[in-house]
């Protein structure tokens, strides 16, 4: 083939028709997936998150059906002066742009209050420690009551009122009471006495350190005095204390006069 020939045939309508078909294929391909992609991304479309924050669940759902939104629930809570079933938390936060369709996802407060469960701290621990450990777990107290028994020990708890054990499951808002001892003890609480019990060996270690009782002589009675010299003594005794302490007496004095002469 001549190279005449060869570009001659670049001169063919034909071949130029069928570049231009080609090209403007590819171009209504390209605008036709940007243009469906944009349809099915919602490109350039943007809704701001309403502010559902304590809102009932069902208006919260009204309102985001409104924005072609969409409203699921994720967890639950509980705060005691909200209503229950109302919003707790959202994600994405109030003002955040999305686009229609997306999901917005909420906590929401629990129509009943949580339970939990009681520890075990009846009669196995202090009145500190167990006030410390409810305190700790959110429970709501009341002032302790004390009961006769060992004092500060925790001898049972009260739920409203009611008895409640380890193990119970209790409200988180229910107002718990401790008792614990005053450090008294009750009248109507039985003592037993035991007697000690004395062993053979008790005995021979007692007889070892006292010696045999054998070994003891008899210490004969003691003879009584005569009751006339008993009486003679008492006399003089009693004689002794009635009798006057007597005083030394002291020598008279006696002065001298002057003699006077007559002249």
């Not at 009471?177 to 035991?194: C, E, K, S």
């Amino acid at each position: 083939m001549r190279i005449s020939e060869f570009f001659g045939k670049f001169k063919s309508c034909m071949l130029w028709g069928n570049l231009v078909a080609m090209i403007v294929t590819i171009l209504l391909l390209a605008v036709g997936v940007k243009i469906g992609l944009d349809r099915y991304t919602h490109h350039g479309e943007s809704i701001a998150i309403p502010k559902l924050l304590h809102k009932d669940i069902a208006e919260a759902e009204d309102v985001a059906n409104r924005l072609q939104l969409k409203i699921e629930t994720v967890d639950t809570g509980y705060v005691k002066h909200l209503p229950p079933g109302c919003v707790l938390e959202q994600s994405p936060a109030p003002g955040e742009r999305v686009k229609s369709g997306h999901a917005i996802y909420v906590t929401i407060n629990a129509t009943q209050s949580p339970t939990i469960k009681l520890p075990d701290i009846i009669d196995n621990s202090s009145l500190r420690e167990a006030m410390a450990k409810l305190t700790a777990m959110g429970f709501n107290l009341t002032p302790p009551q004390f009961v006769a028994g060992e004092k500060d020990w925790v001898y049972g708890v009260l739920m409203n009122g009611k008895q409640v054990v380890y193990g119970d499951r209790v409200p988180i808002d229910a107002k718990l009471t401790v008792q614990a001892g005053n450090g008294m003890r009750d009248l109507n609480d039985d003592v037993n006495y035991i007697d000690p019990e004395y062993t053979s060996e008790d005995d021979n270690s007692a007889s070892g350190e006292f010696g045999d009782f054998d070994d003891f002589e008899e210490v004969g009675e003691v003879p009584a005095e005569p009751a006339g010299e008993v009486n003679k003594e008492k006399k003089q005794a009693a004689k002794s204390h009635s009798d006057p302490v007597s005083k030394p007496h002291s020598p008279k004095k006696t002065t001298r006069k002057p003699e006077t002469t007559n002249e």
